[in-house]
């Protein structure tokens, strides 16, 4: 007997081929219609609101008087609704942003009535190995999902690299729609139902079959419970209107009496391109919007919220902004649906994915120059003659390293006809004679260190202060750069400028330089090539690197979801370009950068017929400056590029030293996952090709057994290993202009979305990119991967200290990881969603146990293990102001502080 569960749906891309609110009034009709049906159709039981929360909220903003109808609908049980509150992609968002998720999600759920308990996947570009853990640790044990997985079986178990597993079921070949429009036309609705039927019946080992009764943006149909009734009259069948929880409950009953021999997986799921479209080129498309999505992650995760954590140990005034990161979050996350993230919809969308990035920076931003200001008003003030910089630390890393900063020094005021009283002011401001600048800088315990000035210039500086309108002043603005031989985990360290007339020191000036004139540093040696490349040299190992930082270019005749190259491609190299100039920009004991500048010929757009490219060119202005820093172990590159070509992909080369390459390692949530380096494409292909594209969050690492480099991006989600040459390859841009075509020989099974035209998706205009290039010897651990990516990406931050005096100490840190064996990243310092205690979420990226302590800057009371939901699971033992904590390999952990009275964050609003 086949148990039939018969599920209404809708799936709901709050933003694709139609803006936001052009999909929202048609959801509001849905929802109106759907709740007029549920009272007048009893034999209609349940809807599936597509696992997304948001929904809720879109539709109520405007129906606010269906609020009743709504909530008892869902209490009692006929529409269900999250544990999402977007459905994401998993490898273009962080592990924090998965978590905040689902965070968000089951929050609204709970408010309404409680998320439905299944991890739904239904529609998400592949999917990441820790996914299990995650479900795991939000008290999920299934999963439902589709693409990535080739699997020909309904029911599975997967696997997360920590051993945490989950029971999956898998869709069919056409996903979340094998029942869609069934009921529409009477006659023929058995036929169609009985092939989905059958087709279910070979698939299930354990008598349940899943027919998902919907698609993208439909409504419910009436005529389902007479279908249903149709079914159930047909012989070893019974069939139900179902949900998702029923059918899994199904599923978990005939596992555990059955006990079929289930397949595992393990890891990430990124195959399986015969079996469904996987649409890798969406890593790629419309790189900018990564961008500017990792700036608004990293300003969240890794300053805001820590820099919040230290501001409130600091200043017992201090409120934890936990009303404004709520908000931040909520912004960032509503560009996290799929079809945004990915760069997949509409110019239109985009746009407005761009307004949203720009207000959760915004306000991202404020929340950290609030606490960074806290911290440096609690310091002791400058002696005369000194600006105070506070430089803070957010990793849980000690660093040395060079610190840069802009250094404001009030000159005069700019608006001489005004009074201004200086008992207004927040911080009093001093006034500096005209022409003096950074003569010396001093750690805090007075040892001088070597500084750099990097530019100098006049500027208006506007004072803020809660109770004076903004005060524009005329600042001499010091660009400069120090070393620091030890800036604290998770706190600060005071460096002393000392003010006076111009010195001589090396600057910005730019000076023409020579090929092949090395810079030499103490752990790397660069010089520029006559082609626009550049030579590194580890000088640990003595290793050289030869045409690091190559360009190439290639035709893209596919569009916003695969890149597909014409049938007849000229690539174009450094070999075929101008080279402009090479320069020095900053040429000092602390900087030296050299700018290489150069017009790459580029064909203007693919030909009519899309075979080949024009012959005719438009040159691609770049600029590429090579920066060295004492101490550092990789070679920064500032890219600018002026893009006006079409149908193209700009990439960046860098060679790894290797003498061949089997795999490659690159960071992705809560991991470091090790990838084959080429990927077979079949010589036919049916549905979608395979490709050696793969998607990294942060960096890249391939090698030998000898050598290897790594390339650490941020924003720049997509890398290739190029076999034949030892290399590795990052996207910068991917420049095509449809949302969807049927024409790719990468994708022979057609569309992937309306055929709509994106001019917007040729990514024309001014691109900046921010990329490192790290040598090695012997390839290094998980963890040293993840700790040298984010000493690149997520640098101290320095204000300076203009209060009237505290009495904090010069050097501070309110968080230490002591790691005594094995490696542990810190992921998450904040305030706990809805109490005043810390959150302190690790992962161990590395294949051996992580035995660490958590030293706090403050008594702790009580410390628990909580899940991603912040939910208490265990106590932990205090050791005062420490504790002891075990990380398994790839383990994720949350741990939860209490602190001791007086010392705990206070807030500005509930969570």
Known sequence: MLDI?????????????????????RLVALVDRLLDLLDEEPAYKYFHLDGQTIVLEDYLELRPEQEPRLRAAIASGRILIGPWYVMPDEFLVSGESIVRNLVRGNRISREFGSPMPVGYLPDLFGHVGQMPQIWRQIGLDNTILWRGFGGRDAEYWWEAPDGSRVLMMHLPPEGYCNATRIALDPAAAMARAAEKIGY??????????????????????????????????????????????????????????????????????????????????????????????????????????????????????????????RHAWKLLLQNHPHDSICGCSIDAVHEENMTRFARARQVAAAICDGAMDAIADAVPAPPAGVVRAVVVNTDAIERSRVVEAFIDLPIDSAEPWRAVDANALDRPVTFWPRGSTIAGVQAADGTPVDFQILDEYD?????????????????????????????????????????????????????????????RGDRVEISPNEDGTFEVIDKTTGARYSRVGALEDAGDVGD??????????????????????????????????????????????????????????????????????????????????????????????????????????ADTAFDVVTRPARVP?????????????????????????????????????????????????????????????????????????????????QCHGTHRFAIAFEP?????????????????????????????????????????????????????????????????????????????????????????????????????????????????????????????????PRASGSC
């Not at 890593?283 to 900018?288: D, E, F, I, K, W």
Request: net charge neutral; aromatic share 6%; hydrophobic share 40%.
């Open 560 to 665: 916003e979801y695969n890149y597909c190259p014409p049938v007849h491609d000229r690539r174009v190299t450094n070999a075929d370009a101008a080279i402009g100039g090479i320069s020095r920009r900053a040429d000092g004991p602390l900087r030296t950068t050299v700018r290489v500048e150069l017009d790459l010929p580029v064909p203007r757009a693919a030909d009519p017929d899309r075979a080949r490219r024009s012959t005719s060119t438009i040159p691609t202005r770049i600029a590429i400056d090579a920066t060295l820093d004492r101490g550092s172990p990789r070679v920064r590159f500032d890219v600018t590029v002026r893009n006006d070509a079409s149908d193209h992909r700009l990439r960046m080369v860098f060679p790894t030293g290797a003498a061949s390459i089997e795999t490659a390692r």
């Open 681 to 761: 494409v079949p010589a036919i292909v049916t549905n979608e090709a395979p490709v050696s594209t793969a998607p990294m969050a942060s960096f890249v690492f391939a090698g030998d057994v000898h050598a290897g480099a790594a390339v650490i991006g941020k924003g720049l989600m997509e890398y290739e290993v190029l076999g034949n040459r030892r290399s590795v390859a990052l996207t910068l841009i991917r420049a095509v202009g449809d949302l969807s075509r049927n024409d790719l020989a990468t994708r022979p099974s057609g569309h992937a979305g309306p055929p709509v035209a994106t001019p917007g998706a």
């Open 459 to 519: 500027a208006v500086h506007h004072e803020m202060s809660r109770h004076e309108t903004p005060w524009a002043l005329n600042v001499r603005r010091v660009h400069v750069a120090w070393w620091a031989p030890s800036i604290p985990p998770c706190g600060y360290t005071v460096f002393d400028l000392s003010i006076a007339a111009p010195v001589v020191s090396g600057t910005g000036q730019a000076r023409a330089t020579r090929v092949h004139d090395a810079i």
């Open 200 to 325: 279910e019946r070979a698939r299930t080992r354990t008598g349940q079959a899943l027919l998902m009764n919907g698609v993208d943006h439909v409504e419910p149909h009436a005529a389902i419970p007479a279908l249903i009734e149709h079914l159930s009259a047909e012989p070893d069948q019974r069939a139900r209107h179902s949900t998702l929880p029923a059918y899994v409950a199904a599923v978990r009953a005939a596992v555990e009496a059955a006990k079929p021999a289930l397949e595992s997986v393990v890891g990430e799921l990124r195959g399986g391109t015969d079996y469904a479209n996987l649409l890798p080129g969406v890593l790629s498309a419309r790189v900018y919007l990564k961008q500017q999505n990792a700036e608004a992650q990293s300003l969240l995760e890794s300053y805001a919220e820590p820099l919040a954590v230290f501001a409130s140990i600091t200043d017992p005034t201090y409120r934890y902004p936990s009303g404004e990161l």
């Open 776 to 904: 090695h010897g012997p390839a290094p651990t998980a963890g040293a991967l993840v700790a040298s990516a984010r000493d690149h990406t997520i640098p101290p931050r320095v204000v300076t200290a203009r209060a009237r005096g505290g009495t904090a100490p010069l050097t501070r840190s309110f968080l230490r990881v002591e790691r005594d064996r094995g490696g542990a990243v810190l992921s998450a310092l904040k305030r706990a969603e809805d109490r005043p205690s810390v959150i302190v979420r690790l992962f161990n990226p590395d294949s051996a146990d992580a035995d660490l302590a958590l030293v706090f800057d403050a008594p702790i009371a009580e410390a628990y293990d909580v899940d991603l939901l912040e939910e208490r699971q265990s106590p932990l033992a205090v050791d005062g102001r420490s504790l002891r904590v075990r990380l398994a390999p790839h383990r994720i952990r949350t741990v939860e502080l209490i602190i001791s009275a007086g010392t705990s």
């Open 5 to 25: 569960h018969v599920v209404s749906h809708t799936h709901w891309d709050r933003e694709w081929y139609l803006t936001y609110e052009q999909f929202r009034l």
